[in-house]
Structures are given as C-alpha cells and as structure tokens.
C-alpha cells in the first residue's frame, strides 16, 4: 500500500490575521511600562482601557472604541489610585463598570459615563480594601453578576461580593504569589498557576483545592480552562529553559497529557482560548507573532494552524467579547496589540475567509451574552448554571439594560478624644503609612506658612492703627 500524507479537514485551517488600518488604530497613548506580567489592556463591545505611564500614583485610559486615531496628550484619565495599576477588567453584564487593583493593596470599582471621560475620574464607585499587599489580579466571575476575585501578593485570593462591598470568602491555599486565574465555563471551579511551580484546581466557595500538580519539569507561569472540554492548558518554560505548552485532564494533574516545546524565546507565552471555534492563541510577550491551535478531545488533542507574524513587539493583548466582533466580514477572534515603542494599540482580527457574504452559523454557535445566569446570593448559596448564551446574527449589537447599584452603608462613628476613628482609617502597610506621615507632615507645613502669614498681616494691622492713632487730627 502506498504512503500517503494525512490531512486533517478543518474549517479554520486558512483562519489569517489581518491588522487594522492605521487610522482605526489608538495612537500617542504612554502605555505604562510596569515589567508586571498583565496585559494592562481591557477592552468590551464599547470601550478600551489602556494601563498608562504616570507619576504620583497609578492611572488608566479609557476610550470609546469609535474615537479612533490620535490620542491628545491631556485626554482625561482614571487616575484615583495611590500606586500603579497592575490590572483592568470589565464587567461582562454591564458595559461601563470596570473593575481595577493595584499597588495601594486596594480593588476598585469604576463608572465610566455615557460616550466616555470628560474630565480626569479620581473618586471611585466602591473601593474595596482586605489585602494587606499589592493586588496584581483581578477576574470576574463568568456566570454570576457583582462577583469579583482579587488576587494578592499576600497569597490570599478574596471574593467579593459587590451588591454589600465586602470580601465573603478567603481561599487561602497558596504559598507563594499567584500568577492567573481561570475559570470553567460555569465558575464552579477556579484554575490557579502559583510561583510556588504548583498548578491547582480549586472549588471557589469552599476554597477547597480538588486537584494540584507539582511541576517541576514544565514550569507553569499562565492557565486557562478549554470550556467544557475538561481539559485544562498552561504555558511555561521546560527544564532547558525553552517556552513549552502542556495540556492536562482537569480531574487528574499526576501526569499532563501532552506537553509540547514552542521556541527557545525568553518571553512570556499568553493563552487565549476560543470555546465557540475550539481555538488556542498563543502569544509571546516581547515578540510580535501569534500562533494559533485547534483543539480536540481526541489524539493528537493540539493541531497547529498558522502563525500570525508581525515586526513590532507586543506588551500585552486585550480581546474583545464575542458579542464585539463583526460577522459580517467572519472574524472569530479580535486582539488589541500593545506597541510600547510606538505608543500604538493596534486591532488585528482572526478572519475565516468566506466567499458568500450571508450569515455563517457553522462558525458562530451560540455564545455567552451579556445577561447573567445568577445572582450572587444563588451562587454563594451552591447553585452552579451554564452561561445565558445568545445568537450573534440577531443580538450582537444588542447592550445590556443591567445598571451597576453601589451598596450604600450606614455610616457608623466611633469616637475617641474627638477622633472619630473609623473615619480615620489605620494604614495597613508600611507604605501607607510613610504615605500618611509625609501627608501629615505637608498639612503641618502648610498650616504653620498660614500662621505665618496671619501673624505678618496682624502686625502690619497694628502698625497701621498706631499710625492713625499717632497722626495729627484734621481740622
């Protein structure tokens, strides 16, 4: 019998990338250049936020998507935070509400208005404070409104409630700082890679880890779940130091399924994974490639593609929700590339290129939409459901009608010497409280040049009245 080559049929084999014009890019923005390993970008269906270069405390851009172009140098910023911002994500059920952590140990909430900033936003929604050191990551939970993770570098991951503006768990399990967090399809169960080089799988409510691997051959820096796959795919570096991918059954972490070597570059490799079209990206901090994978549930499991190649280093990458793409030009992934160098977000859509230019829904199934599926009493009380999904030929445009309510809390006193004391928060940290005593010292300063001027102004009165006094009277 003769040889013949095996070729595998797939509807994405000729997916390519395509950037976007220059003029429907983002230019003259100063994307921060914190070494943090995050993407510092988020983006939805209506804004972009972009990470900033700033003095004096951490701030963050965000634009509407259709303000494309130049960014002025002066164009208003999120700028409440007391230290850089180390991450961003959005609200997947409301379109304006953007959560941020950053070096101030703090989380917080922010609204953005109607058509984007008009002047510089300092005061936040809700400011959430339980972690005692930098927060590098937050995420929201896939399935259940107002429910936010925050990861610390006290080792501790807090969920918070937003509907009270209180942590109601802990998951307390790592030993080390945490490197990403991903969830299943439904967030009944949270992914975490650690540098500790343990990769876990926990149960969030509980806080219970089901299933933990101790990677000493693969060191894992990134994780993401593959849908309802149950599969799971971590990126990292092998034991000669080249970039290497590993995919593992999610109820057994003895022993990964595959692992393959990428390349022998020193940046990190960012998982981006596609439940719609069952599609991996890779990409690589510091370069400017994009490969991209189909997965299956069968042997080989990991079918390489095509490679997406492009000259100028990329920071980071946001990726917009499915519910942003265009289909009618049958775009299946769109990334938001972070040039440092050039000050430039640049748009590249994944395209599967089609001939007839009707509604393709071979490779657009229902998807997760803007609606979701539990309130955070539900979930916290143990009740798991599958994401609302939605059709992208009718509802894609379609925006939520959820609004964002702030818990409002009884404001309370305790007081002490005519100090009230809660309103009079003790620093948590060293750096705040050197924050606090610098503070304190420039109020002092100032108070005093006040005095100072007042007692000039005092004797300057009491010259000028001994001088009427003393002056002869008019006849």
């Not at 990134?222 to 059954?249: C, E, P, Y």
């Not at 003895?254 to 990428?262: A, V, Y």
């Not at 229902?366 to 143990?382: I, R």
Request: aromatic share 8%; charged share 25%; with cysteine.
């Amino acid at each position: 019998m003769s040889w013949r080559p095996q070729y595998r049929s797939s509807k994405f084999r000729n997916v390519y990338g395509k950037v976007a014009n220059r003029e429907h890019c983002f230019d003259g923005i100063p994307i921060t250049k914190n070494v943090h390993d995050n993407h510092f970008c988020a983006v939805n269906a209506r804004f972009l936020a972009i990470v900033t270069e700033s003095a004096g405390g951490g701030s963050f851009l965000v634009i509407p998507l259709e303000q494309t172009g130049r960014i002025e140098p002066n164009y208003p910023k999120v700028c409440g935070h007391q230290g850089n911002v180390l991450d961003i994500k959005w609200n997947p059920f409301i379109d304006n509400i953007i959560a941020s952590c950053s070096e101030d140990t703090s989380v917080r909430i922010w609204e953005i208005p109607e058509g984007g900033l008009k002047r510089n936003m300092t005061e936040a929604l809700l400011e959430l404070h339980g972690h005692s050191r930098r927060v590098g990551l937050v995420e929201w939970h896939p399935t259940t409104n107002n429910i936010l993770f925050s990861a610390g570098y006290d080792y501790k991951v807090l969920i918070w409630n937003l509907d009270v503006g209180e942590p109601v768990k802990m998951i307390d399990c790592h030993s080390d700082v945490i490197l990403c967090m991903s969830f299943n399809t439904d967030g009944s169960l949270l992914t975490t890679t650690c540098k500790d080089k343990k990769l876990r799988v926990i149960e969030p409510r509980s806080g219970r880890v089901l299933q933990e691997a101790n990677c000493k051959n693969h060191r894992v820096n990134r994780v993401v779940f593959l849908g309802n796959m149950k599969r799971l795919l971590t990126t990292g570096v092998s034991r000669w130091n080249t970039r290497q991918i590993a995919l593992w059954d999610q109820e057994d972490l003895s022993m990964p399924l595959i692992e393959e070597e990428i390349d022998g570059l020193s940046g990190l490799l960012f998982p981006f994974y596609d439940a719609d079209t069952h599609m991996l990206y890779l990409a690589g901090k510091g370069d400017g490639n994009i490969r991209y994978y189909e997965i299956s549930t069968e042997k080989p499991y990991l079918s390489y593609l095509m490679e997406f190649r492009s000259p100028a280093p990329q920071k980071g990458l946001g990726v917009m929700p499915k519910h942003g793409l265009d289909v009618s030009a049958c775009e299946v992934f769109r990334f938001y590339k972070l040039v440092t160098l050039k000050g430039l977000i640049e748009p590249i859509s994944m395209i599967v290129p089609r001939r007839s230019d009707s509604y393709q829904e071979d490779i657009y199934p229902m998807t997760p939409g803007t609606e979701p599926a539990l309130t955070p009493d539900e979930w916290l009380g143990g009740i798991n459901r599958d994401p609302v999904l939605m059709s992208l030929k009718e509802g894609y445009k379609k925006s939520s009608k959820m609004v964002f309510k702030a818990p409002i809390k009884e404001k309370k006193s305790v007081v002490v010497n005519g100090i009230d004391l809660l309103e009079n928060v003790p620093p948590r940290t060293e750096n705040e409280l050197l924050r606090m005593f610098f503070r304190q010292q420039d109020e002092i300063r100032r108070l005093k040049e006040e005095l100072a001027q007042k007692d000039i102004r005092i004797r300057q009165l009491q010259l000028e009245l001994k001088n009427l006094r003393n002056s002869p009277k008019n006849c």
